[in-house]
């Protein structure tokens, strides 16, 4: 049998221009162009040819380098340096411009917002392009972990602990100082770097402890303060809530954050005023799961005339609803701001709940409950049967009637196509299961790159090639924004 073997002495290698390095229809050409259709002064992208001293690597450079990048699922800016010396794509993106891992790492860490304007501006094309419509947006979340230990998150008692011991090692090595000075035996030198890493670590505490009561925090972590603990179906991690909003025409993403919080409960109307934000005008509908469904959060996107599905608890748990006892069967008599039971008897308003932010009543007399042919059915309670009233109470009755219609339950058949997509592609093929960076704005950068790589891919798929899509590109330039 004949082997096909490498001949490193080939002459004829490589072409002789870098344009010739990759093919008409390499993606590349695709990242390449979309970038370069982006309006530099929204990105926020300052250039300055007339800048003194060193030459800077140019800025959209950088720019296609990190997004490119991330489409390959390679974030370290150590893996992006070699990517520019030895991988051909690279080297004509960059049109054969190495920079060091350093300048990456700096270029990412200074220019954040830049980055997540990137994801805003690849949303207004997909627009512009007619690959995004606008009228109905899909929400949701998934934890993401952060470049921090679970281990270092500490409550305030935890970490006065630690900083007891550190100081208690401090005093050790200030009395081994002095023994060595007395006896004049053994190496100052190495206990005094010990005593300068024990110093920062102090002060290091002394700062975590004055962020926890400045922000009234329970817990906090060492490594990235703005992380937070959270359960997954891998564990406990420490990391982030990571939000997309996509557009129920093609799946594309119109908005992508990051929160500090482990639950969803205050984000719906914030994720989807970002979605609307980036379209310029109001969505007709906004859906998402049950992790969303705090009324007076929805409220906010309601009182703007936007169509809301959403699921409350109770639904999304599939509670049985013909429970003859449910609160459902107790009708609020307005008038006189009372529910009545099944039986006829009332239940009157009690008080109002500052904490938690409802209204609660009960039976007007305990006797009566106790007395009825129902009682250890319908309740237990030696007071009575009880009923909460939300302060919104009117509009989760209208949100679960929509919810239920035939056309709510359409609606939100095609969320799991829509919204589970992107994460999947994030978190598997962009290698995205984790964040690499710390912080909040730094993690709401890298978040924005992944989203924009999901958008671009599906860009190349929608428009029929990397070709057809440079070709529409061009026309959108072409056109007044």
């Given at each position: 049998?004949?082997?096909?073997?490498?001949?490193?002495?080939?002459?004829?290698?490589?072409?002789?221009?870098?344009?010739?390095?990759?093919?008409?229809?390499?993606?590349?050409?695709?990242?390449?162009?979309?970038?370069?259709?982006?309006?530099?002064?929204?990105?926020?992208?300052?250039?300055?040819?007339?800048?003194?001293?060193?030459?800077?690597?140019?800025?959209?450079?950088?720019?296609?380098?990190?997004?490119?990048?991330?489409?390959?699922?390679?974030?370290?800016?150590?893996?992006?340096?070699?990517?520019?010396?030895?991988?051909?794509?690279?080297?004509?993106?960059?049109?054969?411009?190495?920079?060091?891992?350093?300048?990456?790492?700096?270029?990412?860490?200074?220019?954040?917002?830049?980055?997540?304007?990137?994801?805003?501006?690849?949303?207004?094309?997909?627009?512009?392009?007619?690959?995004?419509?606008?009228?109905?947006?899909?929400?949701?979340?998934?934890?993401?972990?952060?470049?921090?230990?679970?281990?270092?998150?500490?409550?305030?008692?935890?970490?006065?602990?630690?900083l007891g011991e550190v100081d208690?090692?401090?005093?050790?090595?200030?009395?081994?100082?002095?023994?060595?000075?007395?006896?004049?035996?053994?190496?100052?030198?190495?206990?005094?770097?010990?005593?300068?890493?024990?110093?920062?670590?102090?002060?290091?505490?002394?700062?975590?402890?004055?962020?926890?009561?400045?922000?009234?925090?329970?817990?906090?972590?060492?490594?990235?303060?703005?992380?937070?603990?959270?359960?997954?179906?891998?564990?406990?991690?420490?990391?982030?809530?990571?939000?997309?909003?996509?557009?129920?025409?093609?799946?594309?993403?119109?908005?992508?954050?990051?929160?500090?919080?482990?639950?969803?409960?205050?984000?719906?109307?914030?994720?989807?005023?970002?979605?609307?934000?980036?379209?310029?005008?109001?969505?007709?509908?906004?859906?998402?799961?049950?992790?969303?469904?705090?009324?007076?959060?929805?409220?906010?996107?309601?009182?703007?005339?936007?169509?809301?599905?959403?699921?409350?608890?109770?639904?999304?748990?599939?509670?049985?609803?013909?429970?003859?006892?449910?609160?459902?069967?107790?009708?609020y008599d307005a008038e006189n701001?009372?529910?009545?039971?099944?039986?006829?008897?009332?239940?009157?308003?009690?008080?109002?709940?500052?904490?938690?932010?409802?209204?609660?009543?009960?039976?007007?007399?305990?006797?009566?409950?106790?007395?009825?042919?129902?009682?250890?059915?319908?309740?237990?309670?030696?007071?009575?049967?009880?009923?909460?009233?939300?302060?919104?109470?009117?509009?989760?009755?209208?949100?679960?009637?929509?919810?239920?219609?035939?056309?709510?339950?359409?609606?939100?058949?095609?969320?799991?196509?829509?919204?589970?997509?992107?994460?999947?592609?994030?978190?598997?093929?962009?290698?995205?299961?984790?964040?690499?960076?710390?912080?909040?704005?730094?993690?709401?950068?890298?978040?924005?790159?992944?989203?924009?790589?999901?958008?671009?891919?599906?860009?190349?798929?929608?428009?029929?090639?990397?070709?057809?899509?440079?070709?529409?590109?061009?026309?959108?330039?072409?056109?007044?924004?």
């Open positions: 049998m004949a082997y096909r073997e490498g001949d490193r002495c080939q002459m004829t290698l490589l072409p002789a221009v870098i344009e010739d390095y990759v093919g008409q229809k390499d993606p590349v050409r695709a990242y390449d162009a979309i970038i370069d259709a982006m309006d530099t002064d929204k990105l926020g992208l300052v250039i300055d040819r007339d800048q003194v001293g060193n030459p800077a690597y140019a800025r959209e450079s950088m720019l296609k380098l990190l997004v490119y990048g991330y489409s390959y699922g390679w974030r370290s800016s150590r893996k992006l340096e070699r990517a520019c010396y030895h991988n051909l794509s690279f080297i004509w993106l960059m049109g054969g411009l190495k920079p060091d891992h350093k300048t990456i790492a700096n270029f990412r860490k200074d220019n954040k917002e830049v980055v997540r304007e990137v994801l805003k501006q690849t949303a207004r094309i997909c627009l512009r392009t007619g690959l995004i419509e606008g009228n109905c947006l899909f929400t949701d979340s998934s934890k993401v972990r952060g470049a921090a230990s679970i281990g270092e998150t500490r409550t305030r008692k935890g970490w006065e602990q630690e208690r090692g401090i005093e050790e090595l200030l009395a081994k100082c002095d023994e060595i000075d007395k006896k004049e035996t053994g190496s100052l030198v190495e206990v005094m770097e010990e005593l300068e890493d024990k110093r920062k670590l102090q002060s290091k505490i002394k700062a975590l402890l004055k962020q926890m009561e400045r922000e009234d925090r329970k817990k906090i972590n060492g490594t990235d303060t703005d992380c937070v603990n959270f359960k997954g179906r891998q564990g406990s991690h420490a990391g982030y809530s990571a939000h997309v909003t996509v557009d129920e025409k093609n799946g594309l993403i119109v908005s992508a954050d990051v929160v500090s919080e482990a639950t969803d409960d205050n984000q719906f109307s914030a994720q989807i005023e970002q979605a609307v934000d980036t379209l310029g005008r109001p969505c007709q509908t906004a859906v998402a799961d049950a992790g969303y469904s705090d009324v007076d959060n929805i409220k906010q996107t309601t009182d703007k005339q936007i169509d809301v599905i959403v699921p409350t608890q109770r639904q999304a748990l599939h509670e049985v609803q013909d429970n003859p006892f449910g609160k459902d069967k107790f009708r701001n009372q529910y009545l039971c099944p039986s006829g008897k009332c239940l009157r308003y009690s008080h109002y709940s500052q904490k938690k932010g409802h209204y609660l009543y009960r039976m007007e007399k305990a006797s009566l409950c106790r007395e009825c042919a129902h009682w250890g059915v319908c309740t237990t309670s030696k007071r009575g049967r009880a009923i909460i009233r939300l302060k919104e109470e009117e509009l989760r009755e209208k949100l679960e009637a929509r919810y239920a219609s035939e056309e709510g339950q359409a609606i939100y058949r095609k969320r799991k196509a829509k919204v589970e997509l992107p994460f999947g592609h994030i978190k598997r093929n962009l290698n995205g299961g984790a964040f690499l960076v710390r912080g909040l704005a730094g993690v709401r950068a890298e978040w924005a790159i992944l989203a924009s790589c999901f958008n671009i891919a599906r860009m190349i798929t929608l428009t029929g090639g990397v070709e057809s899509l440079i070709k529409r590109l061009a026309l959108v330039d072409s056109q007044p924004a």
